[in-house]
């Protein structure tokens, strides 16, 4: 069962532009983290973000996580033809702890 | 490169057939866990081990059954196979027991396609 439910499902922009990507969950959470995958690759892990943290930078990259709303958003800043891939937001459930479980993704495209 | 090692990148075989997918994790990880990437049903967590022990079990299906061995490598094998068991099949590993403040790193996958 999926307990991520990641908007937009697919996401076009011209290179440059910020995207912006959404995750909502369900049930109280230990950490979330973001995945990136290339066509057909594997899950390149982005960042993890813990449920008493709000927001966290890395490069490009800036979550934030409201844990009143169960959601959490992934902040893509000026964005290069090399980010096109699909994004997963994935949860850490505090009950089942020993799983992420993932959303089914937003498919992101930068246009040159 | 996650330093999550996955053999063989890609397998093709018929339906009934068995196979092994095998998995070397992060030097130093004692946790791997096994996914199942599927059009239809996204990824799909299916067995961690750690340490050589079973800890969680996932929507894995009794054809399917997992170990990890002395050196904590992973194999994940699958038997019976029907078409519907073509699917991207991911092993991730991490240091600690569960994913509980824990980054878990995945490999490339193996993609199996049954005919």
């Known amino acids: 069962s999926q307990q991520g439910e990641e908007d937009p499902q697919a996401l076009s922009i011209q290179e440059g532009e910020n995207a912006t990507m959404n995750c909502s969950y369900k049930?109280?959470?230990?950490?979330l983290q973001w995945y990136r995958q290339n066509s057909g690759r594997g899950l390149v892990h982005l960042i993890l973000i813990r449920s008493n943290e709000r927001e966290k930078h890395s490069g490009r990259l800036r979550v934030t996580l409201d844990t009143s709303k169960k959601s959490s958003s992934l902040l893509i800043t000026a964005s290069r033809a090399a980010d096109t891939a699909s994004y997963f937001c994935a949860t850490a459930n505090l009950q089942g702890a020993q799983k992420l479980v993932f959303g089914q993704g937003t498919r992101l495209t930068i246009n040159p | 490169d996650s330093g999550v090692t996955q053999t063989p990148k890609h397998l093709i075989t018929a339906t009934g057939q068995r196979v092994t997918l095998r998995c070397s994790p992060r030097s130093g990880d004692l946790s791997v866990y096994w996914y199942q990437q599927s059009l239809d049903q996204g990824l799909q967590f299916l067995i961690q081990y750690y340490n050589g022990e079973e800890r969680a079990k996932g929507n894995i299906l009794e054809r399917f059954s997992a170990q990890q061995f002395p050196d904590l490598h992973s194999e994940l094998n699958l038997s019976s196979l029907e078409l519907g068991d073509s699917a991207l099949y991911f092993c991730?590993?991490?240091?600690?027991?569960?994913?509980?403040?824990?980054?878990?790193?995945f490999g490339e996958g193996s993609w199996l396609t049954v005919v």
């Open positions: 049930t109280s959470i230990n950490n």
């Open positions: 991730a590993s991490s240091s600690g027991q569960g994913v509980s403040g824990n980054t878990i790193y």
